[in-house]
């Protein structure tokens, strides 16, 4: 008799995470959880602690920035998006209206949008950051950016996703903000 479960296999990620997503976000200990909720590839609820207190207010001036320094588009926050790893929620994101009729949903993006931002909090751990990056470009992303605890804002573009450069979709966009 073997141990282990024996693992459905899933014909289609994006549809079967944003199943998910909104069977998790009916679940009542779920809503009202006060961190952050995501999901691993199999479904799995991967509930976080909440994030310090300046997180939202970091969160809420970078959209702030970006809607002042993008295109026309759509900026939002805690933004749940569907992955090959499952639901991951970026800190802020930003999506031209294009993009949004390609990957928008009622609970769940379908894929990434064009920018997706996270902000570095003391429990992160640098290999976290790494995967969300991949895992955002892998959905679409064009631009994955980093704000870090010393206030610096990296980009990363799809292109050359491991390196640091100036951002393509937000040229005037700061490279370091004084945001506490």
Not at 72 to 91: F, L, M, N, R
Not at 96 to 109: D, E, F, I, T
Not at 141 to 149: C, F, L
């Amino acid at each position: 008799m073997n141990a282990l479960l024996s693992i459905p296999k899933v014909k289609n990620q994006t549809v079967f995470n944003i199943d998910r997503w909104e069977k998790i976000g009916r679940d009542p200990m779920v809503r009202n959880w006060p961190g952050r909720v995501e999901t691993d590839r199999y479904g799995n609820t991967i509930m976080m602690c909440y994030t310090e207190f300046s997180h939202g207010g970091k969160q809420y001036d970078l959209a702030k920035l970006i809607e002042m320094h993008a295109p026309a588009g759509k900026v939002t926050v805690e933004c749940p998006i569907s992955t090959s790893e499952g639901i991951k929620v970026a800190d802020v994101v930003w999506l031209s209206k294009k993009r949004l009729v390609q990957v928008g949903g009622r609970v769940a993006l379908k894929g990434a949008p064009e920018i997706c931002v996270e902000v570095v909090s003391p429990g992160n751990k640098r290999g976290e950051i790494e995967e969300k990056r991949r895992l955002y470009f892998e959905a679409g992303a064009k631009e994955v950016w980093v704000y870090d605890r010393r206030g610096r804002l990296l980009f990363f573009l799809k292109d050359e996703p491991e390196k640091a450069a100036a951002s393509l979709l937000c040229p005037k966009m700061p490279r370091s903000l004084s945001i506490d």
